[in-house]
């Protein structure tokens, strides 16, 4: 894939968790990424582990990890838009798609990575996921750049069928190791796992990304 990669998720590590391989990938080949974290994820029940942070520290704390994840990402365009967390499922879908829209034409990506709808559990992940395919509905088939959807709920390979798109990251895990372990306050307890191979999915999630092409019509 060549050109610029846009991705978009609502809380800071849905991209560390998700696609940093990916992310990673495109900054070597060098074409740049944009990446528009909606929230601080102010309202993540997680404080580390052990407990680092109280929750009114939290915001600063999260945005600090944030700009230390994509550090390591060599992402040098990371937008914060500033919605509150845990209520994204409440904007209005229109005005948020629209938002995405310009963007979207700003950026003139070749690719866009954000959640599935439908597949992605968390309803600030759904409503993100929405408005970007919706965005994503009005462009001609012709100039819509490719969508990488992320989904990960228990129904996903029982309905969407094995992932359209798997990118090896095998040669990217230790610096998506090291972007997970900057987001600290969320994925302490996890990495510990790591660590000592214990969590067979979270070594997997090292060595490789998967993701679905939305059916547009």
Not at 75 to 84: A, E, F, T
Not at 119 to 141: F, G, K, S
Not at 153 to 165: F, I, M, N, S, Y
């Amino acid at each position: 894939m060549n050109g610029p990669l846009l991705v978009i998720f609502p809380h800071p590590d849905d991209e560390a968790f998700s696609s940093a391989g990916t992310i990673i990938q495109h900054q070597k080949n060098g074409f740049p990424v944009t990446y528009v974290c909606l929230t601080l994820g102010e309202m993540g029940r997680n404080m580390g582990s052990p407990i680092f942070t109280t929750r009114e520290e939290l915001p600063k704390i999260r945005k600090h990890e944030l700009e230390e994840a994509c550090a390591v990402m060599g992402i040098d365009d990371l937008r914060m838009w500033g919605l509150r967390d845990k209520t994204v499922e409440f904007e209005d879908e229109a005005e948020l798609a629209g938002r995405f829209s310009a963007l979207i034409e700003e950026i003139q990506p070749a690719r866009v990575i954000s959640f599935y709808p439908g597949y992605a559990v968390h309803p600030d992940h759904e409503a993100t996921a929405r408005a970007v395919v919706r965005a994503l509905q009005d462009i001609d088939v012709s100039k819509r750049p490719e969508f990488l959807g992320v989904a990960f709920d228990h129904r996903t390979e029982a309905e969407l069928g094995k992932p359209h798109v798997i990118i090896e990251v095998g040669d990217e895990s230790a610096a998506k190791r090291e972007a997970l372990l900057a987001h600290r306050s969320q994925t302490e307890g996890l990495l510990r796992a790591i660590d000592n191979a214990e969590n067979a999915h979270v070594m997997e999630l090292l060595q490789r990304e998967r993701f679905y092409h939305y059916p547009f019509s």
